[in-house]
C-alpha cells in the first residue's frame, strides 16, 4: 500500500512537486514570522536584561518595591561567599544605583546613577565596549562617563564638570561635582537619554552609603539556567535578601512581550487560513484530475476505503516532504537574520525607540518555532486530505468515469 | 445698652487674653534668643538600628537672620544654612554651590526629624502666628501655659497649627505639638534638662518626635550657647555665607 502511494506520487510529478511547495513555502511563511517576532525579543531580553540588569539581582528585603536607599544593603553583612558557592553563580557584581539631579550652568535635568565596578561588570556595561569618547574608569576614581543622550543635553564634552543633588542614606544630602571623563553610547534609549556612570566607591560616598550597595547583580556562568540558580539562592539563605528574577524585576517586559506574542498569534492565525485554503486547493485540484482514475479503480474492483487511504497515505507524505523542506531551508534564513539583523529606519525606528527597544529586527535560531509550525501546518494538511476521502468515499464510478 | 457693654468687655477681654498671649510667646522667644546668639550643638537623628549625629554652630540675630552651619561629619562639613528676611540660602561646598530654598520648606532638614521651617524661623512664631491661651499644664514638672498658635493669614508657613507649653516661670518653651492643616499631629517637641547657659536656664536637650513613628527621634544637644558677643548685620549676607565659620 505504501509502495503504491509512493508509485502515485511519481506518477504526477508537476501536481506532487506543487503540493510540497504550497506546504513548504507556508511553513517558511510561517516561521520567518515567528522567527522573527521571538527573535527580536530574544535579543532584547538578552541585550536589555542579560547584558544590562542581570536575569537576577540580590536588594535588600523589600527594596526593589519602594527603592528607598534607606533599604540597602550592608555588604559587610552580606555572606557572599556562601552565594558564590551556589552552582552556576559565576560573580556577584555590586551596584549603588539612585537619582539625582544634574546641574550645568543654567540647565539642570534629572537622571539615573549608576555606580559601578567596570572591573566586574556585565557585558552591558563594559565601558570600553560602550564609550564613544573618552576614557573608562576604575572603582575608585573620580571621572564619570555620561550617557550620549546626556551629554547632548547639557551640551558638555570632556572634562566639564556636572553637579549632583540628590537626597541619600536616611536623608542625608547627596551633594557632588564631578568632572566628565568618558560619553558611552547605552544599546537602551531610556538608558542612553538619562545614565550617569560613576566610579562605585565616589557614589557610595556621595549617597552616604559607604559599605553599602542597592544591588548586587548576579552573574550567572554560560551555561547555566537562572530560574535554577535564583532557586539554588533563594534556598541558600540568603537572610534578610530578596532574590529577584528579571522577570519580577521588569514585569511591563512581560507584559509587552505577552501583548506582542498574542498580536503575532492572530496574524499567523490569519496566515493559517490562507494556508489551509490554499491546501484545500491543491487537494480539491488533485481530486478533480484523477475522478476518472479513481472510478476505474472502483469499478474494476479496489475498494473504497483502501483508495481512500492510499490517496490519504499520499497527501500525507507529500505534506509531511513539504513541512520537512520547509523546516530545514528556513534555517539558514533564520541564522542569517540573527547575525545580521534588519535595521530598522525612519519611522519605524522612532517609534520602536519610543519603546525602549533596540531598532533592529532580529530572528530566533530556536528549532520549536519550526517544529511547532511544521507540526500545525502538517495536521492542517491531514485535515485538508480528508476532503479527498470523502470524495472517494462518495464516488460513483460511472459518473466519474463519464466525466 | 448694658448688653452693647457686656458684650464690649468680652471682646476687649478675649484681645486682652490674644495680647497677653502674644507677649507670653513674645518674651519667651526673647529669653531663649536673646538680642543675638551663637550657639554649638550636636544633632542626633535615631531610627530603628541606626543613628546618626551632625555637629553644628548656629547664629541668630532679631527675629529675621540666622545661620547654621554643619561642622561635621567630614562629609557635609561646611554646609551652610542662611536666613535674612524672606530670603534662604543653602550653600554646600562639595559642589560650591549657592541654592536659593523657598521660605516653606516642608521637607524635613537633612534627614532629621526638625522640619526645615522650624528651624529657620526657630524663635520667630510671633511673625506668621497668632497665639491664644487655653489653659495650663504641667509639663516635665513645671506649670505651663498651654498656647495654640494659629497662622496669620497668607504667612508662609508649613503649620496648620502650633501647640506650645511655655513655663509660667522661667517663659521657657518645654513642648510643643506641630500639627499641618487636617489638625493631625505631625512631630511632638520635648525640651528638657534645664542648664545654665551664659547666665541664661535654657533646655540643653531638645527632642523632635515624628508622631508617625515613636521610635525615630532626633535629638539637639546644646554644649555651648553666647548670648554676649555681638554679630554683624554683615554676617547674614549671601556674600559672607562661603566664609561662615
Not at chain 1, 546613577?113 to 575608585?140: H, K, N, T, Y
Not at chain 1, 517609534?351 to 511547532?372: D, G, H
Not at chain 2, 471682646?11 to 526673647?30: H, P, R, W
Not at chain 2, 554652630?57 to 542662611?82: E, H, Q, Y
Amino acid at each position: 500500500m505504501l509502495k503504491l502511494a509512493w508509485r502515485n506520487i511519481w506518477r504526477n510529478k508537476g501536481r506532487s512537486v506543487i503540493t510540497i511547495a504550497a506546504v513548504m513555502f507556508c511553513v517558511i511563511f510561517a516561521v520567518v514570522l515567528r522567527s522573527f517576532q521571538v527573535g527580536v525579543w530574544e535579543n532584547m531580553i538578552h541585550d536589555i536584561v542579560g547584558n544590562n540588569f542581570g536575569y537576577l539581582q540580590i536588594h535588600e528585603d523589600g527594596f526593589w518595591a519602594d527603592q528607598s536607599l534607606d533599604r540597602t544593603m550592608d555588604l559587610s553583612a552580606v555572606d557572599s561567599e556562601e552565594l558564590l558557592a551556589v552552582d552556576g553563580v559565576d560573580r556577584l557584581i555590586p551596584r549603588m544605583e539612585s537619582f539625582s539631579l544634574l546641574y550645568h550652568g543654567s540647565n539642570t535635568k534629572g537622571s539615573l546613577v549608576m555606580g559601578i565596578d567596570p572591573a566586574v561588570e556585565l557585558p552591558g556595561l563594559q565601558l570600553d565596549d560602550i564609550l564613544i569618547e573618552g576614557r573608562s574608569f576604575s572603582r575608585d576614581d573620580s571621572v564619570i562617563v555620561v550617557s550620549e543622550g546626556l551629554a547632548k543635553y547639557f551640551n558638555v564634552g570632556l572634562g566639564d564638570t556636572l553637579l549632583f543633588m540628590g537626597q541619600g542614606y536616611h536623608g542625608a544630602t547627596a551633594y557632588g561635582a564631578f568632572p566628565i571623563g568618558g560619553i558611552a553610547r547605552m544599546t537602551n534609549p531610556e538608558l542612553n537619554k538619562q545614565l550617569v556612570l560613576m566610579p562605585f566607591h565616589k557614589a557610595q560616598y556621595m549617597y552616604n552609603c559607604t559599605d553599602r550597595a542597592t544591588t548586587l547583580v548576579v552573574a550567572i556562568e554560560e551555561d547555566a539556567d537562572y530560574e535554577v540558580v535564583g532557586a539554588a539562592l533563594k534556598g541558600s539563605g540568603a537572610e534578610g535578601l530578596e532574590i529577584l528574577e528579571w522577570k519580577e524585576l521588569f514585569p511591563e517586559i512581560i507584559q509587552t512581550i505577552e501583548v506582542d506574542m498574542a498580536g503575532g498569534r492572530i496574524f499567523v492565525t490569519i496566515l493559517y487560513f490562507i494556508i489551509s485554503f490554499v491546501l484545500l486547493g491543491t487537494v480539491i485540484m488533485m481530486v478533480a484530475e484523477r475522478q476518472r482514475e479513481f472510478g476505474i479503480l472502483v469499478s474494476i474492483g479496489m475498494k473504497k476505503t483502501k483508495l481512500a487511504f492510499v490517496t490519504l497515505l499520499e497527501n500525507i507524505m507529500l505534506i509531511m516532504g513539504g513541512a520537512i523542506v520547509g523546516m530545514a531551508v528556513v534555517k539558514p534564513v533564520q541564522f542569517y537574520f540573527k547575525y545580521n539583523p534588519i535595521d530598522l529606519s525612519g519611522q519605524m525606528k522612532e517609534a520602536i525607540e519610543q519603546y525602549n527597544f533596540e531598532p533592529k529586527l532580529y530572528t530566533t535560531t530556536s528549532f520549536i518555532i519550526n517544529l511547532n509550525h511544521g507540526t500545525i501546518i502538517f495536521f492542517i494538511g491531514v485535515l485538508v486530505s480528508l476532503y479527498a476521502v470523502v470524495k472517494i468515499m462518495k464516488l460513483n464510478p460511472i459518473e466519474s468515469m463519464r466525466s | 445698652m448694658k448688653r452693647i457693654l457686656i458684650l464690649c468687655s468680652l471682646v476687649f477681654a478675649t484681645t486682652l487674653a490674644a495680647q497677653d498671649a502674644t507677649a507670653i510667646l513674645k518674651k519667651s522667644e526673647a529669653y531663649l534668643r536673646g538680642a543675638q546668639s551663637t550657639a554649638e550643638v550636636s544633632i542626633t537623628t535615631v531610627r530603628p538600628g541606626w543613628q546618626r549625629t551632625m555637629d553644628a554652630k548656629l547664629w541668630n540675630k532679631g527675629t529675621d537672620k540666622s545661620c547654621i552651619l554643619i561642622t561635621g561629619p567630614k562629609r557635609d562639613a561646611g554646609t551652610v544654612f542662611m536666613k535674612n528676611g524672606e530670603d534662604i540660602w543653602n550653600y554646600v561646598p562639595a559642589i560650591k554651590k549657592l541654592v536659593a530654598l523657598p521660605a516653606a520648606l516642608v521637607q524635613n532638614w537633612m534627614g532629621t526629624d526638625i522640619s526645615n521651617d522650624a528651624l529657620i524661623n526657630a524663635g520667630a512664631l510671633t511673625v506668621d502666628y497668632t497665639p491664644e491661651i487655653t489653659g495650663s499644664k504641667q509639663v516635665a514638672g513645671a506649670d505651663c501655659w498651654v498656647l495654640e498658635l494659629t497662622p496669620k493669614p497668607d504667612a508662609p508657613v508649613v503649620w496648620g497649627k502650633i501647640i506650645a507649653y511655655v513655663d509660667k516661670d522661667t517663659y521657657v518653651q518645654l513642648g510643643g505639638e506641630f500639627y499641618d492643616e487636617e489638625e493631625f499631629l505631625i512631630t511632638e517637641m520635648q525640651a528638657s534638662e534645664l542648664t545654665n547657659f551664659d547666665g541664661r536656664k535654657l533646655p540643653k536637650v531638645i527632642k523632635m518626635i515624628p508622631a508617625e513613628d515613636p521610635e525615630s527621634y532626633t535629638e539637639i544637644r546644646y554644649s555651648y550657647v553666647d548670648f554676649t558677643t555681638p554679630i554683624p548685620d554683615s554676617f547674614f549676607t549671601k556674600a559672607n555665607i562661603k566664609n561662615v565659620k
